[in-house]
């Protein structure tokens, strides 16, 4: 579990839990040493090094959040987690801001503390990843500011709202900094939280036992469970409806689920990670979420920036993805024609960085595979704001001279197909509708055209 040689420093001003904490630690084989105040413990990280630190809030000389930013500041390698009080979340979310990276409620359980120093010294202990945030491109000082946190945010245990549009890259954020982290060779699961029936979400999440109702033929562990020990990422938390997110917060306060039909809860230990679109700040002041899941969920918040507001990435971006492309087609580079990177470069991209890839994979299509010029990108070539999730009315594409009508069509209605999608975030039966056509024939077309992503969604009882 953990090796003699490391050292940990306890600071409260209670001199049983100061007992319970070094004889607790001293049965992990660890060296421990206990002060009482925030003086005390300044000068013993003067004169000696640490491998992990647990301090109290309050102490009498000073604040244990001023010890937190302290440690940070000077000894940014020692991990640091606060002790706190029963329900003082506040004070945990402003430790885990300033760099503590988890907090232990009192009354202190030793499960819950055995489990929390070896996350510490997991932190530790974990070299340098292969990875790095480097994997996203863009010269942006958004981009360059993004890459330093996730840098930092990859070494906490707080849970971590990510903002961002559709399609920015919100989930690729997430990804690095679970593999930068100390979790990363633990499972990184990733569930979209809108696209799970109502009905079924309590199952997904907690899973479930065979025979706890119909359908259930097997033992289902849930995904909370399947994410023990690494990270949760919940996309688009938004479109949880309230009675599940009551459920939700109860898992995140009590750290452990427990499955429908059963009569038993499961200890997790997971990182919690989530993002929307949505402006989540607004959907609590609507009503639509709870303020309190809000806060535990929303720790420390970081934003993925639109790819409109950093335009000049958009070069690095699409030769990035063209050589992807290539490399999977097995085809050589094709060139760009400067009228097709002005027509990429002056194009909004309501849909982001996905969009930029679902028009460079049509062009690549479309092109001969030497040259895209800008009739091959099929760009809308009426204005578009910012906001909208596509065009309306926009002017039909010109058909190349050397494609069959068939092909050329069936290009068309792909695109128009993806742009309903996207714009419904893949909910089929919302694309359907838009785009005036029967939730059957929107899935014949998307099986025809090889869209189909097997989704669960059913075909409504009426159309």
């Not at 647990?54 to 302290?70: A, E, Q």
């Not at 929307?276 to 720790?299: I, K």
């Not at 359907?432 to 099986?447: H, P, V, W």
Request: net charge negative; aromatic share 6%.
């Amino acid at each position: 579990m953990t090796q003699g040689s490391q050292r940990v420093l306890v600071v409260d001003d209670e001199a049983d839990l100061r007992e319970l904490l070094v004889i607790t630690l001293g049965r992990m084989k660890l060296e421990a040493e206990a002060v009482g105040t925030v003086t005390d413990a300044y000068r013993i990280l003067g004169e000696s090094s640490f491998d992990l630190c647990l301090t109290d809030m309050n102490l009498p000389d000073g604040d244990g959040i001023d010890l937190v930013r302290h440690v940070s500041r000077r000894y940014p390698d020692m991990p640091i987690a606060m002790i706190t009080a029963h329900g003082s979340m506040e004070t945990a979310t402003a430790a885990m801001k300033e760099g503590a990276f988890d907090f232990i409620a009192k009354p202190v359980t030793l499960d819950r503390l055995r489990q929390l120093i070896d996350d510490g010294l997991d932190i530790r202990r974990q070299g340098p990843a292969e990875q790095s945030a480097d994997q996203l491109i863009g010269d942006h000082p958004t981009m360059k500011a993004l890459r330093e946190q996730i840098g930092k945010l990859a070494r906490s245990q707080a849970p971590i709202y990510i903002a961002g549009e559709s399609g920015s890259g919100k989930e690729r954020v997430a990804r690095l900094i679970h593999a930068l982290g100390p979790r990363r060779e633990k499972p990184f699961i990733a569930v979209n939280c809108g696209a799970i029936p109502t009905e079924l979400m309590e199952s997904e999440f907690f899973g479930h036992r065979k025979g706890a109702f119909t359908g259930a033929y097997e033992d289902r562990k849930g995904l909370f469970r399947e994410a023990d020990g690494g990270t949760l990422f919940l996309d688009e938390v938004a479109d949880l409806p309230l009675h599940m997110q009551v459920k939700l917060l109860r898992a995140i306060q009590e750290k452990s689920v427990r499955p429908v039909g059963e009569s038993r809860e499961f200890p997790v230990n997971i990182r919690l990670l989530c993002a929307t679109h949505r402006n989540l700040a607004r959907e609590v002041a609507d009503g639509r979420f709870r303020q309190d899941l809000y806060y535990r969920l929303n720790v420390i918040e970081t934003r993925v920036p639109a790819l409109r507001e950093r335009a000049g990435d958009i070069p690095r971006l699409a030769e990035h993805i063209l050589a992807r492309l290539c490399q999977q087609w097995g085809l050589a580079a094709p060139t760009i024609t400067d009228d097709a990177w002005r027509a990429l470069q002056q194009y909004p991209f309501p849909g982001n960085v996905r969009e930029l890839e679902n028009i460079l994979e049509r062009a690549l299509t479309l092109s001969d595979g030497q040259q895209i010029d800008t009739s091959h990108l099929q760009l809308p070539e009426t204005s578009q704001t910012a906001n909208s999730s596509h065009v309306e009315g926009g002017a039909m594409p010109t058909r190349p001279g050397n494609m069959p009508l068939e092909e050329f069509l069936q290009e068309v209605e792909r695109a128009e197909l993806l742009r309903a999608l996207e714009a419904t975030h893949w909910n089929r039966t919302a694309a359907a509708k838009k785009l005036g056509m029967t939730f059957r024939s929107l899935r014949y077309r998307l099986q025809k055209l090889s869209l189909d992503q097997g989704g669960d969604e059913e075909e409504p009882d009426t159309e």
